[in-house]
């Protein structure tokens, strides 16, 4: 059974850059793992943020990136916005399954 | 404009069983894969199942396996969750998104609003 491993909480201040990271346990996360990252706000559904590592939806907003770093995928903010605090989940492809990691908490403070 | 508008959910009693509804407007179903991801009290998200958009093949977590199934009606433009032999565990906010693309690995762009299942006697 795949874990994937992102950070639990992490903290910017406003206009700041924060990088999110999301491991597999299977090794390397490369494109066939499809990394797609999602937003959720507190009593909220959740909302499609990137795919496929690098994609954009037409309503993500340009601070938002994708890459792939150090082996894991990677979810950038830059020039964080108050709004920007929510709980972060990205989602890998492995072996014929999907598997979310487990979120980041993003404190704007 | 997407929407997805899920039903279904209530509560069930341990071993019991419940059909998940996800009516699908602004596109055709037939046309992406679908998904059923899920959320427990205070957790995070859980992919449940999964729909090929392309040639139907169906694919679901390994614990479901076997007591969840994924169907579609494309005359409907509906998707469905059977859900059997229901345990305590499968208590969560159960959300339909809509794929990306056809192919099942993209993963989700729309999301439904969620309905909730609760397991208990």
């Known amino acids: 059974q795949t874990v994937v491993t992102q950070e639990p909480s992490l903290t910017v201040s406003p206009g700041g850059t924060v990088t999110l990271t999301c491991a597999s346990s299977?090794?390397?996360?490369?494109?066939?793992?499809?990394p797609s990252w999602f937003q959720q706000k507190p009593g909220q559904a959740p909302r499609a943020l990137l795919y496929s590592t690098t994609n954009k939806h037409s309503w993500t907003p340009a601070r938002f990136s994708g890459s792939l770093l150090g082996g894991k995928a990677a979810l950038t903010l830059s020039g964080v916005q108050p709004e920007d605090e929510a709980e972060y989940y990205c989602?890998?492809?492995?072996?014929?399954?999907?598997?979310f990691g487990g979120g980041t908490k993003l404190t704007v403070l | 404009e997407v929407q997805l508008l899920e039903s279904g959910g209530g509560l069930v009693q341990p071993g019991g069983s419940l059909r998940l509804s996800c009516a699908a407007s602004g596109f055709t179903l037939s046309n992406y894969a679908m998904y059923w991801v899920r959320q427990s009290p205070g957790k995070g998200l859980e992919w449940v199942s999964g729909i090929s958009g392309s040639d139907g093949s169906t694919y679901n977590a390994d614990s479901v396996k076997g007591r969840f199934t994924i169907s579609r009606d494309n005359s409907k433009n509906t998707l469905y969750l059977q859900m059997n032999s229901l345990r305590a565990e499968d208590t969560a906010v159960y959300y339909c998104?809509?794929?990306?693309?056809?192919?099942?690995?993209?993963?989700?762009?729309?999301w439904g609003q969620g309905t909730t299942v609760t397991v208990s006697s």
């Open positions: 998104a809509k794929g990306v693309k056809m192919r099942y690995f993209y993963g989700m762009d729309d």
């Open positions: 299977t090794g390397t996360v490369t494109s066939s793992y499809y």
């Open positions: 989602l890998l492809y492995n072996a014929g399954g999907l598997v």
